[in-house]
């Protein structure tokens, strides 16, 4: 089965219909729903799309997970996946992007990974993630006794809310990277099986 950039096959009676052309790709912008009340992660899926010159009209809505306020290893994933399933709706794209510690037993360290997880109306989920990046001690001390990375980057920076701004990444690499730039990469990595749609079909 050949599928079409929106991941429904490809098919005669949608060529007619104007709503793809005989390649698949579509005529009209892909609706594309964020599960997040979070800015960041609503602009780094519009940007992603745009550098992959996918037109899209990109929304956000509020979205309940199955997951810890804090995520932890594989809930990450999970909770990513939950967020996507559950803002699809009516749209052609559902997208839940979600940052977890995911504890590096051989480094021995945790680690900061954003997971982002795309669902499309056929029910095909993919996933991807971004960099990883390692938190001072202090942080990780309050986030083992029950705080958010939020909350412990705030008490550490006094940034509050500082997820939906710079991201603690913005401020342990002093800008030069934000959370826009890690979000960005995420969804971009969850979006490789529909960018070359042809190698990963089966």
Known sequence: MVLAQDGLPIASRRIRAGVIDKHGLRT??????????????????????ESLSWRAAVSRIHVPTDVPEQPFGAEAIRGAVARARNALGPADFGVGIEAGLLWEPKVGDYFDVQYCAIVDRAGRVTVGHGPGFAYPPSVVRRVKKG???????????????????????????????????????????????????????S
């Open 28 to 49: 009209k912008p892909l609706a594309v729903r964020v599960g997040t009340d979070n800015p960041v992660k609503v602009r780094a899926v519009r940007r992603a799309l």
């Open 147 to 201: 705080n958010t990375v939020g909350e412990a980057m705030a008490a550490l920076t006094g940034i509050r809310r500082i997820g939906s701004k710079q991201g603690a990444i913005g401020y342990l690499t002093d800008r030069r990277l934000d959370r826009d730039a890690l979000t960005e990469s995420a969804v971009l990595m969850a979006m490789v099986p529909r960018i070359r749609r042809d190698l990963y079909e």
